[in-house]
Structures are given as structure tokens and as C-alpha cells.
């Protein structure tokens, strides 16, 4: 059946869950600081950051599990919290996945997804269960107990309990964490299905970039309590907003470079920039991914193989250039070059981004 399931119609940019100047102290630390953000009806959102820098300390304060500080948060229009009013979490018609699950355990399967519906007909409950178990591929696990279930099951639980009263906002606390590398990929993906064909609008916290990237329509990159940049998977990678983005989400390297009109000239050639080069002088570092280089061996090429990882299907190369500057290429690895094989380089950039020259250069 979930194989049928196909995207729900969405109505693409309603805004839903509108956060503003959003603020939360903690006595020693300020988690959040005047985080804007508007997260659109059917919408696959993900808040993105290393640890620590507020992405559980925002969903809590979306699904009403903590007070803010400043500021407020609107779903569907409606207040549901600012300093001086607080809805409730029952109200406010969010549901809530934890890293942990956080099931139950003294409840059968069943008993876990029909927490929520508590007060409607048995008949209701019952058929809403069986649904649900089925929507999540657990048909026939009602009656056993978390600890008879995987991990990848207890989690198949938990979003179905999470859907049970039918939430129009769903929030994800890194769920997906706690499993092996292989399952997490497939309940990445059937959850993701389950989700667009509810059409809930879904806020995913991860620090994981691939999980951010392959889930969401827009990601949020988080910095200490500030959104850094708002954008597609897409422009994250390709035009990062800043230093801290480009790191994150991949291998940056950076050449010295000037900008001279709209023209980026390095060592390794000349490029188009991309967008305003937003810098008070014409000295720039040009931010390089690995897979924009090239390399073939040359015994005239300016550059040198230090180090080779296999990862698999692709190989990263260490390139150290004969200027002193260092960078890497990504490249297929059925044809493995090895350390200490000179290479010419190419650089084929589609998107030229700069920043200011680090003075760390
Ligand atoms: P992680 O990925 O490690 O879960 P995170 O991005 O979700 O991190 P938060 O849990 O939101 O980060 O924490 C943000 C900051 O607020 C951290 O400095 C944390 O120590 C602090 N913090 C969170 N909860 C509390 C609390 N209840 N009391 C005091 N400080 C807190």
C-alpha cells in the first residue's frame, strides 16, 4: 500500500508556523536570539546545526514544552505563545517524534497509538489504530510491547502515535539517530512518503546534513541561536550565505583569489561570479568543493596527490598545489590514482562563491 502513496496536493507558500524574533535564556546561556522564521503549509522544513546551537530548544518551544523569552510563535494564525501567553501543548495541534521514542512501556503497540485519541468510541480508536499500524507497516504488531520491537519498529510506533489526533504540525528531534546506518536510510524514506501523503507540515531538528538535505524542501542552518541562512538543499550547498554554511554542509576549501568586475581571477583560473562579492576590497577567498576539481595525471601538472580515501564509489584526493595552497577533488574511484602522482587540475565551477579574505590566510 505505501508504495502507492504519491505526494499530497500542498498549498505552497500559506504561511503555517510563523516564528518571530524568537528568543529563549537559559540562567547561563541565551539558546536562542531573534530567530525569524516561517515555515509554509505542507511543508518538509528542517532545522539544521551542530550541537547545541538551539534546535531542540526551538521545536520545544513550537510544540509548548518550554516558555520563551521573547518574541511569539503563530500556528495557522493563531497565537500560541509570547512572553505573556502560553497555549497549552494539547491545543496546539502539533505532534511530536523524540530521538528516543519515548513509547510507553508498560502499553502494547496498540494501546501507545491510541494514547491520543483518548475519550473518542472504542469502534473510532480502533479503527484509527489499525490504519495507522498499517500506514507504517506494522499491520500486525498491536499486541506487543516496545522491548519485543527494533529499534526502526519502536520508531515506526512513535510516528504513528504521534499521528494519531491527526496534528497539523509534525516535529522531528533527530528520530532517526539512534539507528544503524541501512535503516535509517529506509525510514528516512518511508517516513518522508508517509508524511507528503498526509500533506502535515513537518519540522525536522538534525545535525545531520545528508538527513537535512535528502528530506527537506527548505533547510534552516543554525549558529549559536541564530539562523545563519534559510534556502533550499540546493542553494545551502551551491551559495552558501556564509563561512559557517559552507563548512558545515560539506569539504570547503578556500583559494586566495581578486575579484576584478564580475570576473573572480585565482591560480587556478578565471571564473563568473556567481552574486555580489559583498566585500570592502577586491580580496576574496573563493570557496572550492571537491567536486568541482578534476585532476589526471601529468608529470607536468602543478600539483601532487598527498593522500587518497577510498569512500566507496568515489575517492577523495589531498592535492597540494606547487603555490603552497592545499584542496581536494572527489572523484570516481574505479581508477585510483596513487600518493605522489603528479596531476594537472581542473576547476569547473558553476557556482563561484566568495568571502571576504579570511585574515586567518
Ligand atoms: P543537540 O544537537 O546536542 O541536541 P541542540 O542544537 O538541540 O543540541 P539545544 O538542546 O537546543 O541544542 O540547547 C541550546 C543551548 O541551550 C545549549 O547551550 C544547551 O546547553 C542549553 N540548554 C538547553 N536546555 C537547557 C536547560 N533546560 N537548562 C539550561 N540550559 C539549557
Given at each position: 500500500?505505501?508504495?502507492?502513496?504519491?505526494?499530497?496536493?500542498?498549498?505552497?507558500?500559506?504561511?503555517?508556523?510563523?516564528?518571530?524574533?524568537?528568543?529563549?535564556?537559559y540562567p547561563d546561556v541565551t539558546a536562542l536570539q531573534d530567530l525569524t522564521l516561517t515555515v509554509h503549509r505542507g511543508e518538509f522544513f528542517s532545522l539544521l546545526g551542530p550541537s547545541g546551537c538551539g534546535k531542540t530548544t526551538?521545536?520545544?518551544?513550537?510544540?509548548?514544552?518550554?516558555?520563551?523569552?521573547?518574541?511569539?510563535?503563530?500556528?495557522?494564525?493563531?497565537?500560541?505563545s509570547?512572553?505573556?501567553?502560553?497555549m497549552p501543548p494539547e491545543k496546539r495541534g502539533v505532534g511530536i517524534v523524540f530521538q528516543d521514542y519515548a513509547l510507553f512501556p508498560h502499553m502494547t503497540v496498540f494501546e501507545n497509538?491510541?494514547?491520543?485519541?483518548?475519550?473518542?468510541?472504542?469502534?473510532?480508536?480502533?479503527?484509527?489504530?489499525?490504519?495507522?499500524?498499517?500506514?507504517?507497516?506494522?499491520?500486525?504488531?498491536?499486541?506487543?510491547?516496545?522491548?519485543?520491537?527494533?529499534?526502526?519498529?519502536?520508531?515506526?510506533?512513535?510516528?504513528?502515535?504521534?499521528?494519531?489526533?491527526?496534528?497539523?504540525?509534525?516535529?522531528?528531534?533527530?528520530?532517526?539517530?539512534?539507528?544503524?546506518?541501512?535503516?535509517?536510510?529506509?525510514l528516512r524514506s518511508e517516513t518522508k512518503q508517509i508524511l507528503r501523503y498526509i500533506g502535515t507540515t513537518v519540522i525536522l531538528v538534525t545535525h545531520d546534513q545528508e538527513e537535512a538535505f535528502s528530506l527537506s524542501d527548505r533547510v534552516g542552518l543554525l549558529n549559536e541561536g541564530k539562523l545563519e541562512q534559510v534556502d533550499t538543499p540546493y542553494n545551502i550547498y551551491h551559495h552558501p550565505a556564509s563561512r559557517f554554511v559552507?563548512?558545515?554542509?560539506?569539504?570547503?576549501?578556500?583559494?586566495?583569489?581578486?575579484?576584478?568586475?564580475?570576473?573572480?581571477?585565482?591560480?587556478?583560473?578565471?571564473?563568473?561570479?556567481?552574486?555580489?562579492?559583498q566585500c570592502a576590497d577586491n580580496s576574496v577567498d573563493l570557496l572550492i568543493r571537491p567536486d568541482d576539481v578534476a585532476i589526471a595525471a601529468d608529470t607536468f601538472g602543478t600539483a601532487i596527490i598527498s593522500d587518497v580515501r577510498f569512500l566507496g564509489a568515489h575517492a577523495l584526493y589531498t592535492l597540494h598545489l606547487d603555490d603552497g595552497s592545499v584542496l581536494h577533488s572527489q572523484g570516481l574511484?574505479?581508477?585510483?590514482?596513487?600518493?605522489?602522482t603528479r596531476v594537472v587540475v581542473t576547476v569547473n565551477m558553476r557556482h563561484t562563491v566568495v568571502f571576504p579574505r579570511s585574515p586567518l590566510a
Open positions: 500500500m505505501r508504495e502507492q502513496l504519491c505526494p499530497a496536493v500542498r498549498a505552497a507558500g500559506e504561511p503555517h508556523v510563523q516564528l518571530s524574533g524568537l528568543g529563549k535564556r526551538t521545536l520545544r518551544l513550537v510544540a509548548g514544552l518550554d516558555c520563551l523569552s521573547a518574541g511569539t510563535i503563530i500556528i495557522d494564525d493563531v497565537l500560541v509570547s512572553p505573556t501567553y502560553f497509538v491510541a494514547f491520543g485519541l483518548y475519550g473518542r468510541p472504542k469502534a473510532v480508536i480502533a479503527k484509527r489504530v489499525g490504519e495507522l499500524l498499517t500506514l507504517v507497516g506494522l499491520t500486525t504488531a498491536g499486541q506487543k510491547y516496545p522491548h519485543e520491537m527494533s529499534g526502526g519498529q519502536k520508531q515506526r510506533v512513535a510516528l504513528a502515535r504521534a499521528l494519531a489526533p491527526e496534528p497539523k504540525v509534525m516535529l522531528l528531534d533527530e528520530p532517526f539517530s539512534n539507528l544503524d546506518a541501512e535503516l535509517r536510510g529506509a559552507a563548512d558545515f554542509v560539506g569539504r570547503a576549501d578556500y583559494l586566495p583569489a581578486r575579484v576584478e568586475g564580475g570576473t573572480v581571477i585565482s591560480a587556478l583560473g578565471n571564473f563568473t561570479l556567481s552574486g555580489p562579492a574511484s574505479a581508477h585510483l590514482l596513487p600518493v605522489c
